[in-house]
């Protein structure tokens, strides 16, 4: 004679265990497919990063206020990030030397979409790097993008008071960020990357770097993916592939923003007779080496 309690154990028994497998699957697939992700990781990828100077309907020509390269290596699952300040000189073919916030806005005019291109062509021949992407964004679209993942928090070092931010209708506004933990939604952000009256372009820069990792981290989060797609979809200027993406969210997603970083300030600069700013070439490929292609 069969025994009811003994039935009734078994089936829970049964039950436990295939939730145990339906839960285990999916985590054993991404353990599966991120081991094969390192056997067999995808190539190098270097991008370049470009925060254009430009308002709401003003479109691509135009100054780039924040130009970054980023270098992603697969296969450590390392991210590197070069700041380079608006005001450094570097060579540019067929136009000389040249303030590299001006360069997008030189091909811009040559012809649409020709910015990152002509720029491409003078870091790789300054530098020995030719970026294989770009992406391109302007205020708004910066401003969405923080909006979409549901602000950012970044640790401000020290206080900063600008009695001259400039606002969108050509006025000036007083902005203010206390030392320590700030929260910050998009337009907060867009200040914080913005703002160098208190104190100068290199730190600027570095802020750039911090908001970026700060994104990152956010963006570790599955569910702010849609969000944030729909705004690079709908706002951003790139010619990353969905393959691109899907090589590049391992090691990106994975640092947790922790990269190697540096932004080309004073040690990494000389001077002109004219009295530009251009890199110390020999300090900067050193540092490129091994992080860049």
Known sequence: MNNPRRQRRGCSTGLVLALFIALMLPVFACGLMLVTYLVFPPPHLDILVLGLDAREGEGALTRADSVMLVGVDPAH????????????????????????????????????????ALL???????????????????????????DAVGGIAVDVERTIIDDFYPTADGGITTIRFDSGVQYLDGERALQYVRTRYADDDYRRAERQQQVLASLVQRLANPLNWPAALDVLRRRVDSDLSLFDLLSLAPPVLLSGGRFDQLVLNRDYLLGTAEGNAVPDYEKVKSWLAGRFE
């Open 77 to 116: 699952l390392r991210v590197s990030v070069l700041s380079i300040p608006r005001d450094v000189f570097i060579e540019v073919p067929n136009y000389g030397l040249q303030r590299i916030n001006t360069i997008n806005l030189l091909g811009e005019q040559e012809a649409t979409g020709r910015g990152p």
């Open 120 to 146: 491409g062509d003078a870091l790789e021949q300054s530098f020995g790097v030719r970026p294989k992407r770009y992406i391109r964004l302007d205020f708004a679209a910066f401003v969405e993008l923080v």
